[in-house]
């Protein structure tokens, strides 16, 4: 499978600043990333889905403004929270998509917003 | 209804056991069905992908799909304390989309 890699594993900062986290498909060009909430003790939420080249789809309740993903090229895609918010601490994770219906994640990013 | 619901557990288990691991789906038109498993803090690894009714077996893991029930499970023999995880079905058709069930958290005790 796929080999996905994330950037930070985790990262800590203060209420109101913007934060960026890198997701690299590191053996193949992957077309299709989606990233995903997970928060303690749930089962993961799609948040989007990341598009190479195009504006990212996201779920419903997910504001785009906030949650800011570019994917300019096959290899990477990023997602910035913008000003962050306590509300905001969660384990985001991202996936790319292999073939029509497979997707490997990544190791995930634990965000904690003070 | 929930698309996929999942036996949320937890459950304990000696070393050793078989584990049955249980998912329903409501939409007959979904195609594919995997098992992941999720380590604490870590992302999920895929395990099983199956897509038509029957068993498919890969070491001590067996993925069994039932679709005139809309039924999918995951069975583990000989279960090792390392299989203590959360274990994720997921399902979807072509255009990669999961929707994942709300996942079992295992514990295998040594």
């Known amino acids: 499978g796929a080999v996905v890699s994330q950037h930070p594993s985790r990262v800590i900062c203060k209420s109101g600043t913007s934060v960026k986290i890198e997701c690299r498909s590191l053996?193949?060009?992957?077309?299709?990333m989606f990233w995903y909430r997970q928060f303690p003790k749930q089962s993961l939420m799609l948040m989007a889905t990341s598009n190479e080249g195009s504006k990212a789809t996201y779920e419903q309740g997910v504001e785009k403004d906030k949650f800011l993903i570019n994917h300019a090229s096959l290899t990477l895609s990023t997602l910035t929270v913008t000003s962050a918010h306590p509300e905001d601490s969660s384990f985001y994770i991202c996936?790319?998509?292999?073939?029509?219906?497979?997707?490997?994640f990544g190791p995930g990013t634990r965000l904690t917003v003070l | 209804q929930k698309e996929v619901e999942q036996d949320p557990g937890p459950l304990s288990v000696p070393e050793g056991a078989i584990v049955s691991l249980n998912c329903t789906y409501s939409?007959?038109?979904?195609?594919?069905f995997m098992w992941y498993r999720q380590y604490s803090r870590k992302g999920p690894e895929l395990l099983m992908y199956t897509y038509s009714s029957g068993n498919k077996e890969d070491g001590r893991f067996t993925a069994q799909v039932d679709k005139s029930s809309k039924y999918i499970s995951l069975f583990i023999r000989d279960s090792q304390p390392s299989d203590s995880a959360t274990y994720l079905c997921a399902i979807t058709n072509q255009g990669g989309k999961l929707i994942f069930g709300q996942g079992t958290e295992l514990s295998v005790k040594p």
């Open positions: 996936s790319v998509l292999q073939g029509t219906d497979t997707q490997y």
């Open positions: 939409n007959s038109a979904f195609q594919y």
């Open positions: 053996d193949f060009q992957a077309t299709t």
